[in-house]
């Protein structure tokens, strides 16, 4: 059963993204203006993909075309407007290089243009902060359950629960393993609140070692595993290695 | 020259008031970037052009009604400027992968204060958060964002039916907002 709120932000976010097609585009364009929630969807998005927009490149307009403009707003039949879509808000810019690209090499093709861009930033954006990995615990390879953020300079770590359910007289349980401590996973603790965010300091592990570790989350009676040991079940992963 | 967001802050209040110079000054320091948004999207200079055109013409028209705290400039003339070129792409059959048509000036454009660009935070939040949705599901989104591609063009491109992209894109979707509000 979909959830409608849930549909309006699929909507909004497809929007924003630009892969409506016309008449869907159309629609969104027509109801967002009476409807709030369609429209406070489509701004936050708008807001989450900004820094995407950096990625776009700057390119001189021919010339002539400001007075083009002047003349267009001179004449009241042409200073109307083309039925558009409304604005909202949000980012695209980004400021580049002319010899970046002749350095990395780029080739004629549009689609070669937008994915070099997007590598250029992508690289450049994960690797100033080297430290910082991302793990996904996911299941089924459908929704991932639970999202894995970690400093390695501070070694904080963050955990945080995606569509897991709250199971009464249960409990998630968080676990790390690596050869440098055995094999055997070791507990770092229970997520005291399985539907909000728990953080933990793993100050006793160096950064060498968590880069390299898995990292385990099980579902435990209340209190934790009885075993000291992962009940079956646990979903792993490793950190992505984001930094190069 | 450079422009301060409050420059160009000041220069849209003044076009909203009327004042024609603001407006050409208004366009000099920003109209490459519009340009640049308006051709990823159309890759066809003529139609990017036109929406150049329908955008400052558009920013003339609204310009009193501008909320300097909602956004930048900038960010507000590139999102009309964003969605025009995608209704025009859309009104038109799929573009090939044709190349760059020669001649571009790719311009090394004036460089803008940093405040004017997305925090460094931001970006880096997003780049890993698209990082975890893996390389295909993240060129995806960026190539969907970046040159507003429709689910059609992007079936062909990937080589998959549209109701796969649609399902990748929503699972997409759902995986950026609930990593990106971490």
């Known amino acids: 059963m979909t959830d409608p709120d849930d549909t309006i932000d699929t909507l909004a976010g497809e929007y924003v993204l630009g892969t409506l097609d016309a008449a869907e585009r159309a629609d969104v364009a027509a109801r967002r203006l009476h409807d709030t929630t369609l429209d406070a969807a489509i701004g936050e998005w708008e807001i989450r993909l900004a820094p995407l927009g950096l990625i776009t490149a700057a390119v001189s307009p021919p010339a002539g075309v400001f007075q083009r403009i002047e003349q267009r707003l001179s004449d009241p039949v042409q200073a109307r407007e083309p039925n558009g879509t409304q604005e909202a808000t949000m980012v695209i810019v980004w400021r580049r290089r002319a010899d970046r690209w002749r350095r990395i090499g780029i080739t004629a093709t549009a689609l070669a243009a937008s994915l070099v861009a997007w590598t250029v930033w992508r690289e450049a954006t994960l690797n100033a902060f080297p430290d910082r990995y991302v793990g996904v615990f996911a299941q089924d390879d459908v929704l991932p359950r639970f999202y894995l953020t970690i400093d390695l300079k501070t070694r904080e770590l963050t955990i945080r629960p995606v569509g897991a359910k709250q199971q009464p007289g249960k409990t998630y349980q968080l676990w790390i393993a690596s050869e440098k401590l055995g094999g055997a996973p070791q507990s770092l603790g229970l997520m005291e609140d399985s539907l909000a965010s728990t953080t933990k300091v793993l100050s006793q592990y160096d950064p060498a070692l968590l880069h390299s570790a898995t990292f385990g989350v099980s579902l435990e009676p209340e209190g934790g595993s009885p075993t000291g040991r992962p009940s079956p079940g646990a979903l792993h992963t490793k950190l992505l290695p984001i930094a190069h | ?182």
């Not at chain 2, 000054?25 to 066809?44: C, N």
């Not at chain 2, 995608?86 to 020669?102: H, N, T």
Request: with cysteine; glycine share 6%; net charge positive.
């Open chain 2, 1 to 182: 020259m450079h422009l301060t967001p409050s420059d160009l802050s000041g220069l849209v209040k003044r076009v909203g008031q009327g004042d024609r110079e603001a407006f050409a000054r208004l366009y000099d320091a920003t109209s490459a970037k519009i340009y640049g948004v308006a051709l990823a999207v159309l890759r066809r200079p003529a139609l990017a052009e036109d929406v150049l055109q329908d955008t400052y013409v558009r920013v003339w028209n609204n310009a009193r009604s501008f909320d300097p705290n909602r956004a930048s400039p900038i960010t507000w003339m590139a999102t009309i400027a964003r969605n025009r070129a995608i209704d025009e792409a859309r009104k038109r059959p799929v573009l090939s992968l044709e190349a760059m048509p020669a001649g571009f000036d790719i311009k090394d454009p004036q460089p803008l204060p940093s405040d004017l660009l997305v925090a460094a935070c931001d970006q880096q939040r997003l780049a890993a958060c698209m990082e975890a949705l893996g390389p295909d599901r993240q060129r995806l989104v960026a190539l969907a964002y970046l040159e507003g591609r429709s689910r059609e063009e992007l079936g062909k491109q990937f080589g998959h039916p549209e109701g796969t992209i649609k399902t990748w894109l929503h699972r997409a979707l759902k995986q950026l907002k609930v990593c990106l509000s971490s």
